[in-house]
């Protein structure tokens, strides 16, 4: 996964949708679609429920799944078939790490900066405000991060739900959310350049390649290994047992370790809202403590803890065994390029086609109700999201992936 700078957003970047500029540069966005993420063809499905919603006077939430760094570029897609642009709440590092032709470029789509790890109440007010009052719909993310698993929604954080639900019960017009499937196909098979990757993966190891092995078996092999590494590094010792329940448990020991230390109370939280805590605690105890300061080891070392713990998240550890798709293959290849290289983004290996599939609106109840909470709403969604990938299963359409050569 990409690594990210955590500390105080410098500075808040508020959106400046302009329909003009969009039209300007729509030419050099779908260029650096095809030849930065090899996005060749998108497919948009349901676009009817967003414009209903909008021509009804709604404000619209579009809730997308977050498995990959070309997401942006086919919502955008999927803006320009509906004919409306879309406000996007981007993380800050992206605005950060950008030059100011790139914000500005950024500005111009709607986007605008949110800490992800704060209470951002100029990101919290933009975002209100679009759903209470804009014409255009507005779309977050609401998995946080981008995990490279096409097929499976990682735990939905309750932020966005939570903005829907306070613009329906504060401002004047009906909100809803519309869940956002997106999913990602190989129309040229990149198997060989994934074998190539993959025996730079097994030198990195201190390993001689193997391509007398399925990348699929060489997966394994290389996850055991960074796996064990990783437990001895932290536990002392490997352990034995399937690779999910191994990964579950360093989890566990390293988020609980840190907890302790900090005296916080998971009650039951999911992992990423378990690492979202534990960030915002270590930013603030080290926005305290002077550059020079030794008590900032510890603390940023807590930072480079629980990042490793959102890489271990994203591996499910069964993925490729359960569906050994040149899809998924390409995945799990992809993050270790970038966990274990690393490289800072992933190289696109084949050319690719997007589904971007919009699905019924769920309705925002204006008024407070046990059955509809922040909690229970995010739920819906995650659950109506990963619904819709699964009726897209990879192979139904006859445009459907490259079969793997492995």
Not at 248 to 257: K, M, N, P, Q, T
Not at 313 to 321: C, E, L, R
């Amino acid at each position: 996964m990409n690594r990210t700078r955590y500390m105080k957003p410098p500075q808040w970047w508020s959106p400046k949708l302009s329909p003009a500029w969009i039209r300007f540069w729509k030419p050099f966005r779908k260029r650096r679609c095809v030849y930065e993420q090899r996005l060749v063809e998108v497919e948009v499905r349901g676009l009817e429920h967003v414009r209903e919603a909008v021509d009804k006077g709604c404000g619209v939430l579009i809730t997308p799944n977050h498995s990959s760094h070309a997401d942006c570029f086919a919502l955008y897609e999927a803006a320009d078939q509906l004919g409306l642009p879309f406000y996007v709440m981007v993380a800050w590092q992206v605005f950060h790490q950008g030059g100011w032709l790139k914000q500005l470029i950024l500005r111009h789509h709607g986007c605008f900066s949110v800490d992800r790890e704060g209470t951002d109440f100029n990101a919290l007010r933009k975002a209100r405000e679009v759903l209470e009052s804009q014409p255009y719909p507005l779309a977050i993310f609401p998995e946080g991060e981008v995990y490279h698993i096409n097929d499976r929604i990682t735990p939905f954080r309750e932020g966005p739900a939570a903005i829907a639900l306070l613009a329906a019960r504060k401002g004047s017009r009906p909100v809803v959310c519309v869940p956002c499937a997106m999913r990602f196909l190989y129309v040229e098979d990149p198997t060989p350049k994934l074998e190539e990757l993959m025996g730079e993966l097994e030198r990195a190891l201190l390993w001689r390649p193997r391509p007398d092995l399925t990348l699929h078996q060489r997966i394994y092999h290389v996850a055991e290994a960074v796996l064990a590494l990783k437990e001895i590094e932290f536990l002392g010792e490997t352990r034995r047992g399937p690779v999910p329940e191994r990964i579950a448990h360093l989890i566990e020991f390293i988020v609980g370790r840190i907890e302790a230390r900090y005296g916080l109370d998971p009650s039951g939280a999911t992992v990423p809202e378990r690492v979202k805590t534990l960030r915002r605690e270590a930013i603030k105890q080290l926005e305290e403590l002077p550059e020079e300061d030794p008590r900032r080891a510890p603390l940023e070392e807590d930072l480079d803890d629980v990042f490793l713990v959102v890489q271990a998240f994203s591996y499910p550890g069964d993925y490729v065994a359960e569906q050994p798709s040149i899809e998924r293959i390409a995945e799990t290849l992809d993050k270790f390029e970038e966990d274990v290289l690393p490289a800072e983004t992933a190289a696109i290996r084949g050319a690719r086609r997007a589904t971007v599939t919009f699905g019924e609106p769920v309705p925002v109840a204006a008024e407070k109700s046990e059955k509809m909470t922040p909690a229970t709403l995010t739920r819906t969604l995650e659950a109506r999201v990963q619904a819709l990938l699964d009726e897209d299963l990879p192979g139904v359409s006859d445009k459907g992936p490259c079969p793997p050569r492995t």
